[in-house]
């Protein structure tokens, strides 16, 4: 949303959409995004989406949401409201533009028996396998098919009866009368209706012809208006196809921009596989914070704004590559590091006890909310006798360059006071560290000694009988390849699932002041990473999710690219 970016260079949409409105081919722009109701929306949506809204709001124009709902076999309402709430959540309104191809369905519906009057369209009798086998290919031109020049009325008629359901399933199109040796494939006489005895979703039993794609879209894109049909480069050759039915039917003509999809590494974009892993059970659902979905990654922990950021940084290019989920990653980190409290959390424990800090009694310390934030403000952190460090944080025989806590040695509590650890409690079975022994000096509070004596390391920790149990959910990636399609043969992307891409751990510690924060609440754990409030709290049962970790891997190549560049 940089004015910035915009204003410094144009990518190549804005300059298309510049010459447009310089010659007057439009006076103003008019984009649309087009999801098929048939999955959850991801975050290769995302791109398209913010893309097309985007254009409208630089250009004081308007973006329509329409539901491209052409096949009602894999169409639902279920689909439809999610897929609603997710453009929605990313910030987008479409104000009173909310449509649906099917309420076009009529209108197709003319139009192709205007193209049948105009001797330009053809009911067929081949079946689905005779059309790709007529088709040709490439290299070869296509056959045509015997029915090809049936009468206009003779047309007219048997399309009128495959609306009226006269006919089984399979054993009638209709089809354009182009051109079967077109180098083209998509212009040898595409199929614009098929038969299909199915209920839709919103049209009910109405129909049981249903226009195909490329028979719904362009004409839905200038019944609407759009000027600018943004679509991914598979369409590209589709493309010629599209016009020349606008051209047919001498209506408004948008113009169709293609650009590259997005791929992210260790990420599978497909809804037909991101619907295999919610069926067959590899994740819990369609929500579960390690799906690309926009239901996934906002109950990840995912903003609005990183996403959008994240979208807009990858810009818009015309020809196909694969973006680093560090990317993401950071993106997300950038946001959250700006708007999210601090607060301490220990996901592994070791039990501290300290000698000489009094038993039965709090002590108070001020703690930062956010050090990127000033108006963040501070909140109080209890102290005690007892408290919890990561078991991580010490090691009874310290490696070299290892500064945490090891016997006879003195770290800083973050917060707190300087503490030194006298004694080490072990398992007498199995020999392991149990609980540290340690004693804290008074005139440390606040994490500097008057003597000005220094330590190593600061550690987070949390106050034993104040912390707040929590169930965390640490993710890694879905996949253990960057290219999860990249697999042996006979092997299928399921076989590049990630064995431990959820690890749970049932009990964690937080700082009392979580309390009560509800499903959705984003915080960074001190040295650990951000994490965010799952929906399956209760009051009893706190769960977080872990967003992201603090280590930013895409930074640090890029500052490695730097240095290597000067
Ligand atoms: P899939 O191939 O996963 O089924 P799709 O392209 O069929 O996805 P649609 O619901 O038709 O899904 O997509 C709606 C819009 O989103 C289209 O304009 C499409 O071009 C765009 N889109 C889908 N996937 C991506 C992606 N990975 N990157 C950018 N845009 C995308
Ligand atoms: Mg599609």
Redesign the pocket.
């Known amino acids: 949303m940089s004015g910035e970016t915009e204003r410094s260079s144009r990518n190549f949409i804005q300059q298309i959409i510049d010459q447009d409105l310089a010659e007057g081919r439009f006076r103003e722009v008019h984009t649309r995004?087009?999801?098929?109701p048939?999955?959850y929306l991801?975050i290769?949506?995302a791109?398209?989406i913010v893309l097309n809204f985007e254009l409208a709001r630089q250009y004081g124009g308007k973006c329509n949401l329409r539901m491209?709902d052409t096949n009602p076999l894999t169409e639902s309402t279920e689909y439809v409201e999610a897929i609603k709430q997710d453009v929605r959540w990313l910030g987008y309104d479409w104000e009173d533009r909310f449509y649906f191809a099917s309420d076009y369905f009529d209108q197709l519906y003319q139009w192709a028996v205007e193209l049948i009057k105009k001797g330009k369209a053809y009911v067929c009798d081949l079946s689905p396998e005779q059309i790709r086998e007529y088709r040709g290919t490439l290299t070869t031109p296509g056959r045509e098919s015997p029915w090809r020049n049936r009468s206009v009325e003779e047309n007219l008629e048997l399309f009128e009866r495959m609306r009226r359901g006269e006919f089984p399933e399979g054993s009638r199109t209709l089809r354009a009368k182009i051109d079967m040796a077109h180098p083209n494939l998509n212009m040898r006489d595409p199929v614009m209706y098929r038969i299909l005895h199915a209920r839709h979703h919103r049209t009910g039993d109405k129909w049981c012809i249903y226009p195909t794609y490329d028979w719904a879209h362009g004409q839905s894109d200038s019944i609407e208006g759009i000027t600018h049909s943004i679509?991914?480069l598979e369409f590209e050759n589709h493309r010629p196809l599209y016009d020349w039915f606008l051209d047919q039917l001498g209506v408004h003509h948008p113009r169709q921009i293609e650009f590259a999809?997005?791929?992210l590494t260790y990420t599978v974009?497909?809804?037909?596989k991101l619907l295999q892993l919610v069926q067959e059970g590899h994740v819990r659902g369609w929500d579960d914070p390690r799906m690309p979905t926009i239901c996934g990654l906002r109950r990840r922990g995912y903003t609005p704004e990183a996403i959008r950021n994240f979208c807009q940084r990858i810009g818009v290019a015309k020809f196909n590559s694969t973006v680093d989920l560090a990317l993401l990653e950071h993106c997300v980190r950038e946001h959250l590091n700006r708007t999210a409290p601090r607060v301490m959390a220990v996901l592994r424990p070791l039990k501290v006890v300290i000698e000489n800090f009094p038993e039965g009694e709090v002590e108070y310390l001020e703690a930062i909310n956010n050090p990127e934030d000033p108006s963040a403000g501070t909140r109080q952190v209890p102290f005690s006798r007892e408290l919890y460090i990561e078991q991580d944080d010490f090691r009874e025989e310290p490696p070299p360059k290892y500064y945490r806590l090891a016997p006879g040695r003195e770290v800083r509590l973050r917060y707190a006071y300087f503490v030194k650890c006298v004694d080490v409690v072990k398992d007498p079975q199995t020999g392991q560290v149990t609980e540290l022994r340690c004693t804290y000096d008074p005139a440390t509070r606040g994490g500097s000694a008057p003597d000005g004596r220094k330590v190593k390391a600061t550690l987070h920790w949390v106050s034993a009988p104040h912390a707040l149990p929590a169930e965390v959910r640490l993710y890694e990636t879905l996949f253990t390849k960057p290219d999860p399609e990249d697999v042996e043969e006979g092997q299928t992307f399921l076989d590049n699932l990630n064995p431990h891409s959820l690890e749970v751990i049932s009990q964690a510690f937080i700082e009392p002041s979580v309390k009560g924060a509800a499903p959705g609440t984003r915080y960074q754990f001190e040295r650990l990473g951000y994490f965010c409030v799952d929906p399956d709290t209760t009051p009893e049962h706190l769960v977080f999710n872990r967003t992201v970790t603090l280590k930013d891997t895409w930074a640090k190549v890029q500052k490695k690219l730097q240095q290597q560049r000067s």
Do not use: I
């Open positions: 995004f087009p999801p098929e048939n999955g991801h290769g949506h791109k398209a491209d679509c991914t999809r997005l791929n974009m497909s809804k037909r």
